[in-house]
């Protein structure tokens, strides 16, 4: 059977549930012969990953996912392939880091407004490299504040709702140019997800290509045949690779299982020829 390939996974050095070495052990389980660790603003559990990936004969690519911003929207831009030690990068995802504590505080107080314990929550998110809204929400969760941890965002997190805080990510171009300075390409992660329409999504592609960006997800869990259809036409357009993964965050989730087939349409250059594998 043909290896799987999953180059866009998450594991508690952000907001998934497995540490790198789990992640990389269930990878083995499902077949995956080529991972990507691409965590949220950190590559911190890289090595870690890459050493397990040694013993499980997977080969590793390190990754990492930034934050950015594009015309006010949040963009989430996968860095393959980098070096998370050069300076630059690690000077940049230590502000991001910040800024993710700061919109954590942030959104317990107004939860403790609210009426629930947002010291506590806040406490147990900002244990994590990378907090996130992700970590509150199980918070709630956990409490029985929340039926789901998807209720948790829906009653308190998401816009409009109690416990929303915004965040001044940086630009798009900051975050594809800190990919670039440390030695990796740049994917424009989860095309489907921006709640824009066609022409916006086509104008963000383009400023990502203008940027300095490599590569487009094309097959993503999760992703119905009308958005990968529309996703490989916009890479087609610029010029883009296709990228494979799962968006891993927790065993489970039987709509996000780690690994992907390496199968895309017709007329699109896999990522892994950019990557050199």
């Known amino acids: 059977m043909?290896?799987?390939?999953?180059l866009?996974?998450?594991s508690h050095c952000s907001d998934g549930l497995l540490a790198p070495g789990a992640l990389v052990a269930l990878a083995a389980q499902r077949g995956v012969g080529l991972l990507a660790l691409t965590d949220h603003d950190t590559a911190l559990g890289c090595e870690q990953a890459r050493a397990a990936c040694a013993l499980h004969g997977i080969r590793f690519v390190?990754?990492?996912?930034?934050?950015?911003?594009?015309?006010?929207?949040?963009?989430?831009v996968v860095g393959l392939n980098i070096d998370g030690a050069r300076p630059p990068f690690a000077a940049h995802c230590a502000r991001v880091l910040q800024l993710r504590r700061e919109r954590v505080s942030a959104i317990a107080q107004r939860l403790s407004q609210a009426g629930l314990p947002g010291a506590?929550?806040?406490?147990?998110?900002?244990?994590a490299a990378a907090p996130t809204r992700a970590h509150l929400a199980r918070g709630l969760h956990a409490?029985?504040?929340a039926s789901s941890v998807q209720a948790a965002f829906e009653r308190w997190l998401k816009r409009g709702r109690p416990g929303y805080v915004g965040a001044q990510w940086p630009a798009l171009e900051l975050a594809v140019q800190c990919i670039i300075d440390a030695g990796g390409i740049a994917v424009l992660a989860h095309p489907h997800r921006y709640r824009v329409s066609h022409g916006v999504l086509r104008e963000l592609v383009g400023a990502f290509k203008a940027a300095g960006g490599t590569g487009l997800e094309l097959s993503l869990a999760g992703m119905g045949?009308?958005?990968?259809?529309?996703?490989?036409t916009l890479a087609r357009r610029f010029d883009l690779a296709g990228s494979i993964g799962s968006d891993f965050h927790e065993p489970g989730l039987p709509w996000r299982p780690l690994?992907?087939?390496?199968?895309l349409p017709e007329r699109i250059t896999p990522i892994m020829a950019r990557l050199g594998l």
């Open 2 to 6: 043909e290896p799987r390939v999953d």
């Open 8 to 10: 866009h996974t998450h």
């Open 62 to 76: 390190p990754g990492v996912e930034l934050t950015g911003s594009w015309r006010d929207r949040e963009i989430h």
């Open 120 to 127: 506590a929550l806040a406490a147990e998110a900002l244990a």
């Open 143 to 145: 409490r029985g504040l």
């Open 225 to 232: 045949p009308g958005d990968a259809d529309r996703a490989a």
């Open 259 to 263: 690994g992907r087939f390496a199968k």
